[in-house]
């Protein structure tokens, strides 16, 4: 790369050059790649004697546990070399796509085809590769780093000292009921905007240096609670060691990490930095579409306003939330550290890189989706949520609920009952709230149009997502459970939509 022809840094611009920057990159990609791959092979040559090791626990419940051993139920524990492999690959590929993603979008209007096309016209050369690709690279910049860490501390700070309302979530297989913090804030969110502060625009002034950022903290937050696990752990009894390095590493060996009794890792990095990030960068590239052409279009209206549906839906209900899947079941690891941070969706770069002005019957239609889609993920966790909070005893529907009364024990050896909800839209599939979700990310979507598919990348990688899901929920329940989920898919046959799935 010829590297010392280059001065460090800018002397107008303070940013380091392109081939600098690009030095970092490689180096951190080629230290990732060899760390990665050393670290695969241990991970198969421990994995056979740590699971040998499992394997002579019994069921029994034995005191004093430091981690989930023997019979248990939640995260994934014993796993197969193919689960290793596929660990490998999103640990290393996912911020690859980020960026790939981040080209298309800045210099090939979200074009996935628009690069490869130049890139085969050109017959695959090395001086193409440099032109197309890797000159269009986002750079590193000390003012995204500035930015993200002001940002980012000053949602730290505030979770940590503005009081709140307690609320406590589900059970954990080794029998704690955990406190959180939950619904407040609701004085400081998106005042800088209004307080000209900054230029809205900000977020898209400096989009690349920021996902640089944000993808540097997601890899530190990764191996900071990978180390906090084994050094100082919130809950060990809660641990779940798979054997293999990789898989620990993607899927979280803390159930609960925290500073303290309240700071919890997930219910922080999921809402703060994650979920009030999204507004704030759709908001952003609002200003930024209104800078470029003079006016906002319908469509980014849309978009904004079915995002900030599902946030505020998020915010007013978010004593609900510590019982869903992510907070109440997944460990913290590269899946949540490094997805609430990075993993965002980019509809909004989009329309700013496209202008779409939608026809009012259209725009009403994909309202109409999206509205639609709320409700129905509202109205299905609702039911649930009330049920289990009055033990059945409520309406639904017009009449008495319908459910099977279960009981489970923890692994401190205790057992404890529960309710699985057989009637209202729980009686028409396990996970109808899917729908819901479905159906607000397809309306998140289709407010992009129909020019390219990258936006609906989305909808794609939810689908995925949930389907999955199903499938590790129906493990973890049947684990759980035992007869009684038995029972209960018998009642309730269909896992999504009827006569489908």
């Given at each position: 790369l010829e590297l010392t022809e280059f001065k460090v840094r800018d002397e107008t611009t303070g940013k380091l050059p392109f081939r600098h920057a690009l030095l970092v990159e490689l180096v951190s990609h080629i230290f990732?790649?060899?760390?990665?791959?050393?670290?695969?092979?241990?991970?198969?040559?421990?994995?056979?004697?740590v699971n040998a090791e499992f394997k002579e626990s019994n069921s029994e419940f034995t005191p004093n546990l430091k981690a989930q051993t023997g019979k248990t139920w939640g995260r994934d524990r014993d796993i197969s070399y193919i689960t290793v492999l596929f660990s490998t690959l999103i640990l290393t590929c996912c911020p690859l796509l980020v960026f790939v993603f981040w080209v298309s979008c800045t210099h090939y209007q979200c074009s996935l085809y628009e690069p490869i096309y130049r890139l085969q016209i050109s017959g695959f050369s090395e001086k193409a590769f440099d032109s197309v690709v890797l000159q269009k690279l986002p750079q590193f910049t000390w003012e995204g780093i500035k930015i993200y860490a002001i940002w980012l501390s000053f949602q730290a700070i505030i979770y940590a000292i503005l009081p709140a309302k307690i609320g406590y979530g589900q059970r954990t297989p080794a029998g704690h009921i955990l406190p959180y913090k939950v619904r407040f804030e609701k004085i400081f969110r998106k005042k800088t905007f209004y307080f000209n502060w900054w230029e809205g625009s900000i977020i898209h002034d400096n989009w690349g240096a920021l996902l640089i950022a944000a993808n540097i903290y997601g890899y530190f937050l990764t191996f900071f609670v990978f180390a906090k696990a084994y050094i100082m752990p919130s809950h060990p009894e809660d641990r779940k060691f798979s054997g293999s390095f990789i898989y620990d590493l993607l899927m979280g060996i803390e159930m609960n990490p925290r500073f303290g009794k309240y700071w919890d890792f997930k219910l922080f990095h999921n809402g703060r930095p994650g979920i009030i990030a999204w507004t704030l960068i759709n908001l952003s590239f609002a200003a930024a579409q209104y800078n470029k052409i003079g006016y906002v279009t319908n469509s980014m209206i849309l978009l904004n306003f079915l995002h900030a549906v599902y946030v505020l839906d998020f915010?007013?209900?978010?004593?609900?939330?510590?019982?869903?899947?992510?907070?109440?079941?997944d460990h913290f690891g590269f899946y949540l550290a490094w997805g609430d941070t990075v993993w965002l969706p980019w509809m909004s770069h989009y329309l700013v890189r496209n202008t779409i002005d939608l026809s009012i019957p259209y725009f009403l239609l994909v309202l109409t989706i999206g509205l639609s889609g709320y409700y129905i993920f509202r109205a299905v966790n609702h039911q649930k949520d009330i049920v289990r909070r009055r033990n059945g005893d409520c309406i639904i529907?017009?009449?008495?609920?319908?459910?099977?009364?279960?009981h489970f024990v923890t692994s401190d050896g205790k057992e404890h009952s529960s309710i699985l909800l057989t009637s209202g839209f729980w009686g028409i599939s396990r996970h109808f709230n899917y729908v819901g979700d479905l159906l607000i990310s397809s309306a998140m979507c289709l407010a992009c149009g129909f020019d390219h598919l990258l936006p609906y990348f989305y909808i794609i990688y939810m689908f995925i997502l949930l389907i999955h899901r199903i499938y590790r929920d129906d493990a973890r329940c049947r684990g759980k459970y035992g007869k009684y989920w038995d029972n209960y898919c018998q009642v309730v046959k269909?896992?999504?939509?009827p006569y489908v799935f």
């Open positions: 990732i790649r060899f760390f990665t791959f050393k670290t695969l092979k241990m991970s198969l040559r421990q994995k056979k004697s915010f007013y209900n978010e004593d609900w939330y510590l019982r869903t899947i992510d907070i109440a079941h529907w017009g009449k008495p609920a319908q459910f099977i009364k279960t269909w896992k999504l939509l």
